[in-house]
């Protein structure tokens, strides 16, 4: 399988994302947001890996990717911590995630599936 520019894009900012929500599990321990993580892996997993079936439904599992990056956004924004100080503290690690997701969804954008 040979991946496009777009694809190594969605895979780099995909896998950004999943790490900076699993990054906050020594702080917060099994939250949701740690899960959230593990969400982005399974549905990047679901996205890139050779599974027949799968593959044979990729465009449900673009929509499903797009989807949960949209939801975690708009629940951050409604539930999430604001503050912003320039640090690894978990606010912080928000706003990081935030820009992890909106390259995500930039590219997962320019791959849209035809069809």
């Known amino acids: 399988m040979k991946l496009t520019g777009n694809q190594y894009g969605i895979a780099l ?5 999943a790490l900076l929500h699993l990054f906050l ?8 947001i740690v899960l959230n993580g593990l969400g982005y892996l399974a549905l990047l997993g679901a996205y890139f890996l ?3 079936f799968l ?3 990729h465009n449900l599992v673009w929509w499903g990717l797009v989807g949960y990056t949209v939801l975690t956004f ?5 539930m999430g911590d604001k503050t ?4 690894f503290s978990n606010a912080a690690i928000g706003y990081y995630a935030k820009a992890a997701e ?3 969804l930039y590219f997962l954008w320019s791959d849209k599936p035809k069809s």
């Open 84 to 87: 912003f100080v320039l640090d």
């Open 50 to 52: 050779p599974i027949p």
């Open 74 to 78: 708009i629940l951050w924004v409604v």
């Open 25 to 32: 599990f020594s702080r917060l321990g099994l939250d949701p």
């Open 55 to 57: 593959q044979g439904k």
């Open 13 to 17: 900012s995909g896998l950004a994302t």
């Open 102 to 104: 909106i390259v995500l």
